[in-house]
């Protein structure tokens, strides 16, 4: 049994400690906003926070989890993430929606450390969540809108 702290809530999962927790998330306890990518930690569509820094869920095994904060799109909150979301539905950024929950956590997490990043902080931070419809201009665009509104 493995213990897990998903959103703030203790959770207890019979599994395999290697098994991925982008697998536990979904399949054991039904929180399907991450979503698959790649497999193998290249395209960010996984992306959840451990104790508020984005990780690759797909790669991360549950039993390495244990006894720290996971924050999924279901339950990411705060003044940065609430600024995104407002952000990303101003900009109406999401064109098919697939990469959005990992550009939103990947999004949130830079503003949290970075509360007012340039275009090249943006494109580090950005870089490992990949869309394939190509919205990276709007992406860009709605995190500097998020920064400005969570100045004023």
Do not use: F
Request: aromatic share 4%.
């Amino acid at each position: 049994m493995i213990r897990l702290n998903v959103n703030g809530e203790e959770r207890a999962v019979d599994v395999d400690p290697d098994t991925p927790l982008l697998w536990v998330l979904r399949d054991e306890l039904r929180m399907t906003g991450t979503k698959y990518g790649c497999g193998i930690a290249a395209c960010g569509a996984c992306t959840v926070h451990m104790d508020g820094m984005p990780i690759r869920a797909c790669q991360t095994a549950a039993g390495d989890v244990e006894g720290v904060a996971i924050t999924t799109i279901e339950g990411v909150n705060g003044k940065a993430a609430e600024a995104v979301q407002e952000a990303w539905r101003d900009l109406d950024v999401p064109q098919c929606g697939y990469c959005q929950s990992g550009q939103i956590l990947a999004a949130t997490s830079l503003l949290s450390d970075t509360p007012k990043p340039t275009d090249e902080d943006i494109d580090a931070a950005m870089s490992g969540n990949l869309c394939r419809c190509a919205t990276y201009h709007r992406i860009r665009a709605a995190i500097h809108r998020a920064a400005e509104k969570m100045e004023g």
